[in-house]
């Protein structure tokens, strides 16, 4: 045997060793996708910063995530070290709507490892019951203002929504199912927030009619904490969805009561209702039915519907629990072009609208506002909350905790890392188990940073934060203050003053200590809104 020879075997016996090795580790979905050939993708990742500073893009030139946003995300969710070193390389006299974030000279000092007050989970309680103004029977509390967007089991692949279900176990926040029903992967542990969207999956007759007695099986048969009825979403406003016929299995078929062979569109609007008032109606038949909170998911376009819904909520007995305000921005649904580049406005715009509204008809503190549509970074999340956001949905972000590396090719079904698709081939490289533990990695990091970003505007929790604590950089302007730019009153975003008083004792309260104030028992609902009447 020639050297030449010995070289070639031992070379060969490597590569073997390594595609055995890449084919049963479970800790990356691309190598286990593609044994060797995935090596090249972190190899050229760890070079890219050289790379790219001599030959290609920086690190926030790509979209719809910059390199430096997903580089913060996949650290977060591994835990690992998600500093950047040299300071900014934002030109930030050259940025257009840059957020600023106006610290305060006497911040609240975050809690280290060894003071009484220190979470290592760094939980975000709500500062709103969810369902309390309207006394659902089952109204809570959320013990985590960030919480996992509507994403369906059919659009994602099982592990993908598994793995995400075992992230919101993890880390005590809700999943919200999307509409296409909930699977077996949505129960490894953690609550949902059911979806129904127009096709009524999962609830629906023979002839796809909504029926309220499958409904109440289910919420009574899984861990459904809220209802979200989605009249519209951020990636196709005004557009129903569409499940190709490729990616439908008999699981999903039999899940979501559809037919196989066959591509699953949804209507763009609902048969159960046309108006704001037969709306309404709808939302307190199934609040009565189930006792849950029940809500309302849209992107914004015209504001006449929203001018309606708040009027009525104020003249009327009736009302929506929540509101989730989806931005045109938004987008893990596949879209034509047009709608996700000009249909539904940006969220800090459209939202700001619909608050206006529920402020105008004195109506903003009966409701949880919810915000979705990128707002999984520290900043952007803090600004919503300062707009009068009471919750934040992710969605995108969660995708890239678990695996995904932004190729675009969620509308294919060949996404490699095995999130957006049904390939099997291209689903076995996703391990659930490992990537539910980098979810909630993802989400407790978030909420870490956005306690404190509060503290250091010298607040105590990130609802207390208003938009005086903010301003925007615009190239060739001065910078103007966020209250300006948006036609706001500071203080208008805040919870009411009682929400205000119980959440600040909240998070002065060490955690294992704050299960009497998280009870939604422990509040008496009245006309005004919510008033503490016990502290202990």
Not at 10 to 26: A, E, K, N, S
Not at 40 to 64: C, H, K, M
Request: aromatic share 8%; hydrophobic share 40%.
């Amino acid at each position: 045997m020639t050297w030449l020879t010995g070289s070639l075997l031992v070379v060969g016996l490597g590569l073997v060793c390594m595609v055995i090795y890449d084919l049963t580790q479970r800790k990356h979905a691309i190598l286990r996708n593609f044994p060797i050939v995935g090596h090249f993708r972190y190899w050229l990742e760890a070079i890219g910063p050289e790379l790219r500073q001599y030959i290609v893009t920086s690190d926030n030139e790509e979209r719809p995530f910059s390199r430096a946003q997903r580089r913060w995300v996949y650290a977060s969710s591994k835990r690992e070290n998600n500093y950047f070193g040299f300071g900014t390389d934002n030109d930030l006299e050259l940025a257009s709507n840059h957020l600023i974030v106006k610290h305060s000279a006497f911040p609240v000092n975050t809690p280290n490892p060894t003071d009484p007050l220190y979470d290592s989970e760094f939980q975000l309680p709500c500062a709103k019951i969810l369902g309390g103004y309207r006394q659902r029977r089952h109204a809570f509390r959320p013990t985590s203002l960030i919480n996992i967007s509507g994403m369906s089991y059919g659009s994602l692949s099982g592990r993908a929504v598994e793995a995400l279900n075992r992230g919101a176990a993890l880390a005590g926040c809700l999943q919200n199912t999307g509409e296409g029903g909930v699977s077996p992967y949505h129960l490894a542990g953690g609550d949902l927030m059911l979806q129904l969207g127009t096709a009524y999956f999962g609830c629906r007759d023979a002839h796809g009619r909504f029926e309220l007695s499958k409904l109440k099986d289910i919420c009574a048969a899984y861990p459904i904490r809220a209802i979200e009825i989605k009249l519209s979403q951020g990636a196709k406003p005004g557009v129903g969805g569409l499940l190709p016929a490729s990616k439908i299995t008999k699981e999903i078929a039999a899940i979501r009561g559809i037919p196989m062979g066959k591509d699953c569109a949804s209507p763009s609007g609902h048969q159960e209702f046309h108006d704001v008032d037969s709306m309404l109606d709808f939302v307190e038949r199934i609040a009565d039915a189930t006792g849950l909170p029940v809500g309302i998911k849209s992107a914004v376009g015209e504001t006449r519907f929203w001018t309606e819904l708040a009027l009525q909520m104020a003249n009327t007995a009736r009302g929506v629990d929540f509101v989730t305000v989806d931005g045109g921005e938004g987008g893990t649904g596949a879209a034509p072009l047009v709608f996700a580049d000009h249909v539904a406005l940006p969220f800090k715009i459209g939202f700001a609208r619909v608050y206006h509204e529920f402020i105008d008809a004195g109506v903003h503190h009966h409701v949880v506002f919810n915000g979705s549509g990128k707002l999984g970074f520290p900043e952007n999340s803090l600004f919503a909350l300062a707009l009068g956001c009471d919750m934040i949905s992710v969605a995108r972000e969660a995708m890239l905790s678990i695996g995904c590396i932004q190729a675009q090719r969620c509308h294919t079904g060949h996404c490699p890392a095995g999130v957006a698709t049904q390939n099997a081939w291209l689903m076995r490289g996703l391990d659930p188990t490992s990537k539910g533990v980098r979810a909630a990695n993802y989400i407790v990091t978030l909420r870490k940073d956005l306690m404190r970003l509060s503290h250091s505007c010298g607040v105590w929790h990130p609802a207390l934060v208003t938009l005086d604590h903010f301003e925007l950089l615009n190239v060739g302007s001065p910078s103007k203050p966020a209250t300006e730019v948006f036609d706001q009153r500071a203080d208008w975003g805040l919870p009411s003053p009682a929400d205000q008083q119980v959440i600040r004792t909240i998070m002065q309260t060490p955690y294992k200590e704050r299960g009497p104030l998280m009870d939604a028992k422990s509040i008496k609902q009245t006309s005004l809104g919510s008033d503490l009447i016990s502290m202990n």
